[in-house]
């Protein structure tokens, strides 16, 4: 196995391989996360089946990017294969952007956690740019927060930096947040041949979910579970239970991402 690659064997009921394309670690002070650690989710893991998640640690995300990459980096070497990880750029960091270089080039971290409502900043901001740069020049995807009808992370903006860095893999996260968002989502992602929708949301549901499918195709899809802010199991559960052909639930559950981290890491 290489640094980057999927773990192998472990299974979902039915023997499909999952990847959960959107997950954190650590804790966040307007969510009751009875566990936040590493070791947690890939137990959490191992009871669904899962076989890697795609993570950024929490306090990266909020308060301190640097201190929460390097808790990120730790995990990863705890747990190799079964974590992956998304360092967080803070764009409010004048160093931000070698640190982030520095970051996408250590084994297991396979791309970048942008968060525009957390920083307060548009994501096609100029500020930004540097972290897609290093995505492009490293090979590695984007993954962004997005919501919509936000000033910040709207789906329009992800159309904008989407067209400005083709080459580079975005992961629209929540896939607009909101089900009157996920029309706009659907939109973009009909433009934007780079862009990917990614499933984990609390009011995402499994109808939502068949809709989506049926409107850009299950290969512009990844399922995300926004672990460990939300239950994994609620949102592995939606896309196991929704009226999905069978190769279009796999492609969700598996395929996609792993056909991102693939072109991502050549």
């Known amino acids: 196995m290489t640094p980057l690659a999927p773990a192998a064997g472990v299974r979902a009921p039915g023997g499909l391989r999952v990847i ?3 997950g954190h670690l650590g804790r966040w002070g307007a969510f009751a996360i009875p566990d936040g650690s590493a070791a947690g989710l890939v137990a959490m893991m191992d009871r669904c ?3 890697t998640a795609c993570v950024s640690h929490l306090l990266a995300v909020g308060p301190d990017a640097r201190a929460g990459n390097a808790l990120l980096l730790k995990a990863l070497a705890a747990h190799p294969g079964r974590l992956l990880g998304y360092a ?3 764009p409010h960091d004048p160093e931000a952007a070698p640190r ?3 970051l996408l080039a250590v084994p297991g971290v396979i ?3 942008l968060h525009p409502e957390v920083h307060e900043l548009a994501l096609d901001d100029p500020a930004y740019t540097p972290a897609f740069e290093a995505a492009a020049d490293h090979g590695r995807v984007v993954l962004a927060h997005s919501e919509h009808d936000s000033r910040w992370a709207d789906a329009p903006r992800f159309v904008t930096v989407a067209s400005r860095h083709p080459g580079v893999p975005l992961l629209m996260g929540h896939s607009g947040l909101f089900p009157q968002g996920y029309g706009p989502a659907a939109e973009a992602a009909v433009r934007c041949p780079s862009l990917v929708l990614e499933t984990c949301g609390s009011r995402m549901t499994a109808r939502h979910l068949t809709r989506l499918v049926a409107e850009v195709g299950a290969d512009r899809i990844a ?3 926004d672990a460990v802010f939300l239950d994994l199991r609620i949102g592995l559960g ?3 239970l929704a009226d999905l052909a069978e190769d279009d639930r796999e492609q969700v559950l598996h395929g996609t991402m792993a056909a991102l981290l693939s072109r991502a890491t050549g």
């Open 100 to 102: 982030l270089r520095e």
């Open 111 to 113: 791309g970048v956690k």
């Open 49 to 51: 089946g899962v076989a």
């Open 223 to 225: 399922f995300g579970s």
């Open 88 to 90: 967080v750029h803070n």
């Open 238 to 240: 939606r896309v196991l």
């Open 20 to 22: 959960d394309a959107h």
